[in-house]
């Protein structure tokens, strides 16, 4: 195996770039472009065999062949600024917050990349499908939205959309999506920790973001923000990259 001074792992390039491989460490590299493929097998020797300078990352190859790969991670945004500026404007405080999201996610490019089968695909952004109240009934709908354009164009998007959908789910063309990012909200409480219903696939790259109700603390307006991650894709890292990122996007209005 060649030395190299670090692993090159599609998806992975952004995070791995700060950190040295120890002196004198060799690790088998697979092509980071999209469409690169590769075995589970290899998915496990890559983290077998590789070390983090900060410490032995054998207990980190327990991930990858693991049939249930994901982590979900509950914290708190300060959403004060964004509150003021939705109520100041007339428009929608979960659709804003739906737009901070993906505004920060697209723009990080490891959280465009999506497992196939044995393939890495990229995808040039993602787009929000989220739940929102269906009619007056306790009852809930799925509305697919392309994400883009300013706030206020986005939030008259969502609002446009909600309003012609009357089926609970968007067309069963959108079923098989991987560009998208599963959005939800729990406005009647706040939360600590959440789990999410899915299928226990291990290949599913579609982050799951949901939020809770907002709760005033010593002035400011702070609210539940959970995300779950594939750890086949993103670590972390890439979790702090997203949550920091929303939050000093709300914090510049």
């Known amino acids: 195996l060649p030395k190299s001074p670090m692993i090159s792992v599609t998806g992975w390039c952004s995070m791995v770039a700060p950190y040295a491989w120890p002196e004198g460490l060799t690790v088998r590299t697979v092509p980071c472009v999209p469409g690169a493929t590769f075995s589970r097998k290899v998915w496990a020797e890559l983290w077998i065999t590789s070390t983090w300078s900060s410490g032995p990352a054998e207990h980190n190859s327990n991930f990858f062949p693991a049939s249930f790969p994901f982590y979900n991670v509950t914290t708190s945004l300060d959403v ?4 003021r500026h939705t109520k100041a404007r007339g428009l929608s405080f979960y659709y804003a917050l739906i737009y901070a999201t993906l505004h920060v996610m697209n723009g990080l490019p490891d959280f465009l990349y999506k497992i196939r089968g044995e393939q890495i695909i990229l995808h040039d952004h993602l787009d929000p499908s989220f ?19 300013t706030l206020e164009e986005f939030c008259s998007r969502c609002s446009h959309q909600v309003a012609v959908q009357h089926a609970p789910f968007p067309a069963g063309t959108e079923e ?10 729990l406005p009647w409480l706040s939360f600590t920790s959440l789990s999410n219903e899915m299928d226990c696939n291990p290949d599913d790259s579609i982050p799951r973001v949901t939020w809770g109700k907002y709760e005033a603390r010593d002035g ?34």
Do not use: M
Request: glycine share 8%; charged share 15%.
């Open 176 to 185: 098989a999506r991987d560009d998208l990012v599963y959005i939800s909200c």
């Open 80 to 83: 004060t600024t964004l509150h």
């Open 220 to 253: 400011r307006l702070l609210l539940p923000y959970s995300v779950q991650l594939n750890h086949r894709l993103l670590d972390g890292w890439h979790l702090g990259e997203l949550v920091n990122g929303v939050q000093a996007f709300l914090d510049a209005f």
């Open 131 to 149: 739940v929102v109240p269906n009619g007056d009934t306790h009852l809930l709908k799925i509305v697919n939205v392309p994400y883009g354009g």
